[in-house]
């Protein structure tokens, strides 16, 4: 038998979630309505995988995930959403979520997941797989003065994530509340954002994204 957690704060979403799992013979949900509620019954009970909300009241999936992965607990984790994971990917692995599941996915891609998950496989949605191709971005500057040197920078996903969101003119408490993270973080992004880039404000850092092709040049 296949146990899940499934912590979700809306009760009619987790009860109809779980009604939807368990029409497999081999699966049992749990279901739980909060972060807090979840960490004291994995006190309890193990779970072959876990299902989280994204958004949730007092401590949202990220937080919840991070929670558990400090516990020692590395059984996969499927953070089970509606809102859009591009903008919060590389955050989430990070958090130690193994993979992904859309709420507006049909009931036969959400067993599919569990499935995967278990044995450990990910399924992503190809605008994420595409996303991925963009890992690591490689830029490189020809000296004007010297053509026999150059300068090689190598900017994250999430550092180009960042830059996205400087571009569109947001500020450091914005972006932190867009990832999950704190200003402080965001701060200490951009400042080695700026080291890599050579530049001393978020406008420069901006034009030469642009120039170099880390961000497109229409990008706003």
Not at 91 to 120: M, N, Q, Y
């Amino acid at each position: 038998m296949i146990n899940i957690l499934l912590v979700d704060d809306h009760p009619s979403v987790g009860a109809g979630t779980k009604l939807m799992i368990e029409k497999e013979a081999d699966m049992i949900v749990t279901n739980v309505e909060s972060p807090g509620e979840a960490l004291e019954v994995l006190k309890r009970k193990d779970f072959d995988i876990m299902l989280l909300d994204l958004r949730m009241a007092g401590m949202n999936g990220i937080e919840l995930s991070k929670q558990i992965r400090s516990t020692g607990n590395q059984n996969p984790i499927l953070i089970y959403t509606g809102y859009d994971i591009g903008p919060y990917f590389n955050t989430l692995v990070e958090a130690g979520a193994s993979g992904f599941i859309d709420k507006t996915e049909p009931r036969e891609d959400l067993i599919h997941a569990i499935r995967c998950g278990i044995k450990g496989k990910t399924v992503l949605p190809v605008s994420l797989f595409l996303q991925l191709r963009k890992m690591e971005v490689r830029v490189e500057e020809t000296e004007k003065e010297n053509d026999a040197e150059f300068e090689e920078v190598s900017i994250t996903s999430k550092e180009q994530e960042i830059l996205r969101e400087v571009a569109r003119g947001k500020s450091n408490k914005e972006i932190a509340k867009e990832f999950f993270k704190s200003p402080r973080t965001i701060e200490y992004n951009l400042t080695e954002i700026f080291k890599k880039l050579q530049v001393k404000t978020r406008a420069e850092a901006v034009l030469k994204s642009k120039q170099w092709g880390i961000i497109p040049d229409d990008f706003d």
